[in-house]
C-alpha cells in the first residue's frame, strides 16, 4: 500500500516536472514544439524569453497558417539528452507534432536531431553551439539556425590575429563544447599566423579560476581565450579583470551571450571581443524587435531569442508557401528560398542544415561609451555569411564537398 | 630561476597563496556545518543555500536598500541566521530523535526550495556584486598580483574561524553547547534552556554561511546555484576533518584548499575531484577523520 501510494506521488511529481506547459493540440493544428532549457544554465539565453519570441512570431504571422491554428508546446529538457529525445518523440507520436525549436546545449541538440531523423519532421537547433550537427551527426531534417562553434572562431579569432593578437592562452571548459571551441578557435588562429603558447582544461563549473589564469599570465600569451560560456565564462573573466590580468592579455570570448555582459556589467567585461549572430542595436528593424521584446520580458534578447522568432517565422513561411506541413516538401522549400527579417537579410539553409547569414564581430563598450541601457557593443566587422560558417567540410553525407 | 620539482618558486608560492584564499572558503563553511553537526547532530545539506542566500542579501540590500559592503557584512548573516531559527523551529526540530537521515532529507528540500526560488526571481546568469572601494586594488607580492580583497578574505576567514573555536571550545557557553549535545535532558534539569540553545546553534551556524556568501559576492557572480556545487565539497572536507570536529573543519579546510590549488597546476582536470579522492582514502585509513574521535 505504501509503496504503491510512493509510486503515485512519483509519478504525479514527475508529471509536473516533465509536462511544462504542455497544451493540448486538437487534429488539423498546426504545432510547434519547444524543448529548451527552462531552468538551467541557459534559461537566461533562451528559455522563457524563447518562448516569448516564438509567441511573438505566431501572433505577427496572424495565429493561423493555411486556414489552421498555430498552437505550440513546451517542455524543459533539464539540459538531459533522454529528456529531449523523449519529449520529441512522445509529441511526434501523439500530439501531432510539426516541427521542433530548441535545444540549447549541444549533446541534447544530438539526441534530438536522432529523433527528427527517425520521426521525419524538421527540428531547428537553435542555441546549441556544436558544429557536429551539420556535420557528423547531420540530419535532412536539422536546421542549425542561429551560430555555431566554425562561425564563433572564424568571426572572433581572425579578427584577433589579424589585429596583432598572435600568440593565444585558451581557458578551456573540460567537456565536448569547450574542446570543439578551442579546436576551431586553434585552427583558425595557425591558419592566420598565429599560435597556441598553450591551453588549460578547467572543469564544468569550477568555482575558482584565479589559479587557471595565473598559469594563463605565466604563459607571456598576448591573448586570454575563454573557451567556455554561461557562469564559467563570467567568472573567468571577473577573475581576469581582479588579478589584473585583461591589462597584459586581451580577453576574448569564444561565446558570449548580451545576458552575460549585462550580469557582469560594463566596468568588467569592457575591452571584451566576441561574435554574435544578433544584436538588438544593429539597425531600425532590430531595435524594433528589440523595444518589443524589451516591453514584455524587461530584457533585450539574446541571438538565440531573436532567433527563435526569425525560425518560428521561416518554417510558418514555407509551410504556406508549400500549402502543407509535409515535412519532406516544408524542407525541400526551406532549403530554396531566402530568409528576410529583423534576424538575417538573404540568409539560406545550406544543404547540410546551416542557416548561412551575417555574424557581428564586437568589442564591448566601456561605461563611458555606453550611452543608454543595453547599449553594450560596439561592431567592428560585419562578417558575410560565407566567411563566417566556411565552406562544406564534406563531413555530412547530405552535403558531399 | 629556482625551481622545485621542475615549478618555479614563484608560482609555487603563487598557487600557495590562492589555495589559502579558497581554503578561507572552505574553513569557514566546514566551520558552519561542523558547528550543526557537531553541537546538534544534523547534517546540513541547506548549508550551500544558505549561502547563496547570505551572497543574495548582500545584493539586494545595496541594491534596494543601499546597505553598503561593511554594513552588509553584519546584516546578510544576522537576517540568513534568523531564517535559520525559523527553519529550526518550525521544521527541524520535529525530526530530533529520529534518524539522522531525516534531518538530511529536510534541509536537502529545504535547499531545493531557497535555490528554486532565487532562481525563479532572479533568473539564471547570475548577477555582480562590486568590491568594496576601501579593499579594490592590488599589492604585488613580487611573485604575483594579488588583489587586496582576496587578502581581506584570508584575514576574516581565520579570525571568524579561530573566534567560533574559541567560543566553542574555551568558553562556559561553549560547555553548555557541548553538554546539550551530550546530554539534554539533564541540562535542562539544570535550568537551561535546551530549545532555544539548538535554534540560536542552528542559526549561528547558518549565519556562518551567510558570511561566507557575502565574503564570495564580489569574487563570482551571484547566482542560485553558487553553493549547490561548493556544498558537495564541503562535506567532504568536513569529512576530513572528522565529523562535528570545529579545529579539524577548520584545518582540513584551508590544507585542502591549497592541495587543489597545486592540482590545477600539476594535473587541472583533476582538480575538482582531487578532494574526494583524499576523502576516499581518509576514510579508508581512518574512519572518524582526521581530528574525529573514534
Partial sequence: MKLKTLAIGLAAVLTTVLGTGAALAAAGDVVIGDIDDLSGTYADVAGTGAVEAEKMAIADFGGTVLGRKIVTLVADHQNKPDIGASKFREWADQNGLNVVLGGSNTGVSIAMAKVAAAKKIPFFALGAGGASLTNEDCTAYTVHYVYDTTALANGTATTIVKSGGKSWFYLTA???????????????????????????????????????????????AQVLGLANAGEDFSNSLKAANEFGITKKMKP?????????????????????????GFYW?????????????????????????????????TYLKAVKAVGTTDSDKVMAELKKTKINDMFAKGGYIRADGVMIHDMYVMQVKSPQESKYPWDYYKLLKQMKGEEAFGPITGACPLAPK | MTEIFGFPVAVILGQLTLGLV??????????????????????????????ALGAFAALLGLQYFGINYWAALLLAPLVVGVLGIVVEKSLLRRLYGLDPLYGLLLTFGVALVIEGSLHQFFGASGQSYPVPNALGGVINLGFMILPIYRAWVIAVSIAVCFSTWFVIERTRLGATLRAARENAPLLQAFGVNVPLLFAATYGGGVALAALAGVLSAPVILVTSQMGSSLVIVVFAVVVIGGMGSILGSIVSGLVLGIIEGFTKVIYPEASNIVVFVIMAIVLIVRPAGLFGRE
Avoid at chain 1, 528593424?285 to 531573436?306: C, L, V, W
Wanted: proline share 1%; net charge positive; charged share 10%.
Fill in chain 1, 281 to 313: 542595436d544593429l539597425n531600425a528593424d532590430t531595435r524594433a524587435f528589440g523595444k518589443r521584446f524589451f516591453d514584455k520580458t524587461k530584457k533585450q534578447p539574446t541571438m538565440d531569442q531573436a532567433g527563435y522568432y526569425s525560425a518560428t517565422l
Fill in chain 2, 22 to 51: 579558497n581554503g578561507s572558503f572552505y574553513a569557514l563553511l566546514s566551520l558552519g556545518l561542523a558547528v550543526i553537526f557537531g553541537l546538534m547532530g544534523v547534517v546540513n545539506f541547506a548549508h550551500g543555500a544558505f549561502y
Fill in chain 1, 252 to 276: 576574448v570570448a569564444l561565446l558570449a551571450f548580451i545576458t552575460n555582459i549585462n550580469s557582469l556589467g560594463l566596468q568588467t567585461a569592457q575591452g571584451l571581443y566576441l561574435t554574435t
Fill in chain 1, 174 to 220: 573540460d567537456y565536448a563544447f569547450g574542446t570543439q571551441l578551442q579546436n576551431a578557435a586553434s585552427k583558425v588562429v595557425e591558419a592566420n599566423g598565429g599560435k597556441t603558447v598553450g591551453a588549460v582544461r578547467v572543469p564544468l563549473g569550477a568555482s575558482d579560476f584565479s589559479s587557471f589564469l595565473l598559469q594563463a599570465q605565466g604563459s607571456g
